[in-house]
C-alpha cells in the first residue's frame, strides 16, 4: 500500500470519527448554536489545522514516502514546488520541502476559509429565504458537509490529473480567477436575492421528487399515504450543496495556483470547510459589518488569478508561497481592520 494511500486514509478515518462525535455527543439533539459554542468549535478546528501544520512541518516526507534525494526531486517536479533542492545535501533539501509543503497547506487552508466567508453571505439568505427554524441550522449544514468533501474530492483530484496532463489548464483557471475577482469587485454593492418557489434547484428537485408544502422537524423526507415525500428542510440542502458546488469551482482553482499536490489541495480544503459550519455560527449575527470584505475577497482572485498566469515570471523573481501567504493575509487584514474603522453608514428613510 502505497504512503499516499495511508496518509489519506489516516485522515479522513480522522475526520469521520470527528464528524461522529460532533453529530452524535456534541449535536445529538438539535439547538440553537450559540455564540459560545460556536467560537469553542471554531478554535478546536482551527487547532486541528494547525496541529496538522506541524505534522507536515515534521513529518511531510511521509505523504510521499520520500526516502532519498531522487525520489525527492521527482515529487518536487511533479508537483512544481518552488524550492531549490542540494544533491549534496539530502536532509537540508528534505527539510526545505518540509518546510514549503507546510507553508502550502497554511496558504491554501487561509484561502479557503476566506473565500468560504462569501459562502456564509449566501448561506443566511438561504435560511432566511425559506424561514428555516434557527436550530436545524447545524442538521443541514452538518450533511452540507458530507456531500461538500465528496464533491471536492472529485473536483481536485480530477482537476489534478487534467494539470498534469495539460498545464496550459493553469492559465485557464488564472484568467478565470482574475475575471471572477473583477466580477466581484463590480458587483460588490448588488443584493442577492433568494427566491424558495422558482430557485433553479427547487424547480430541478420538483421533476423528481414529490414535494411536502411544509417542514416536518427536522426531517428531510416523510411517508404520507405510503408515498415518499421530501420536505423544505431537504430542498434547502440541496441548495445548500449547490451554493457550495459554485463556490468550488473559484476556490480549488485558487488553491491550486499555490501548490499542485493534490493531496495537499484536498486537505487544506476539507480543514476549511469543516471549520465553516462553526464560523457560520459565529459570524452570522455580525458579517454584516465587514463590508468591505468582498472587496478583499475580489482583490484576493485577481492577486490569485495573475499568480497562475505569471507564476514561470514570479519564480525567476524568488517569489516563494510565503511571500503569497503574506501578501494574502495582508489583504484580508485590511479589508477587515478597514470594515471596522469606517463602519457602513445606516440608510434612514425618509
Known sequence: MSNE??????????????????????????????LKEAAIMSFIWVSFAVGFYFILLTEGQQLHGIQNFAHLQEVTKAHLHNIQLNPNDFAGSLQLYKQNLAIEFLTGYVIEYALSVDNIFVMVLIFGAFGVNEKYYHRVLFWGIIGAVVMRFIFIFVGATLIDRFE??????????????????????????????????????????????????????????????????????????????????????????????????????????????????????????????KIGLAFLLVFIGVKMLGHHWLQSWG?????????????????IVASLVFPKRQRHDV
Not at 13 to 19: A, G, T, Y
Not at 180 to 185: A, C, D, K, Y
Not at 277 to 289: D, T
Open 168 to 293: 496550459w489548464i493553469l492559465y485557464v483557471f488564472g484568467a478565470f480567477l482574475v475575471y471572477t475577482g473583477i466580477m466581484m469587485f463590480i458587483q460588490r454593492n448588488s443584493e442577492t436575492e433568494i427566491d424558495p418557489e422558482n430557485h433553479k434547484v427547487v424547480r430541478f428537485a420538483s421533476r423528481f421528487f414529490a414535494i411536502h408544502p411544509e417542514f416536518v422537524g427536522n426531517k428531510f423526507f416523510i411517508r404520507v399515504n405510503g408515498k415518499r415525500l421530501v420536505t423544505p428542510l431537504f430542498l434547502v440542502l440541496l441548495i445548500v450543496e449547490f451554493t457550495d458546488l459554485i463556490f468550488a469551482v473559484d476556490s480549488i482553482p485558487a488553491i491550486f495556483a499555490v501548490t499542485k499536490d493534490p493531496y495537499i489541495v484536498f486537505f487544506s480544503n476539507i480543514f476549511a470547510i469543516l471549520g465553516l459550519r462553526s464560523m457560520f455560527f459565529l459570524l452570522v449575527n455580525i458579517i454584516h459589518k465587514f463590508h468591505y470584505l
Open 5 to 34: 494511500l495511508v496518509f489519506f486514509g489516516g485522515f479522513l478515518i480522522f475526520i469521520i470519527l470527528m464528524l461522529s462525535i460532533d453529530l452524535g455527543m456534541f449535536n445529538k439533539r438539535d439547538h440553537v448554536v450559540k
Open 319 to 335: 517569489f516563494t508561497t510565503s511571500h503569497s501567504l503574506i501578501i494574502i493575509m495582508m489583504i484580508l487584514t485590511l479589508s
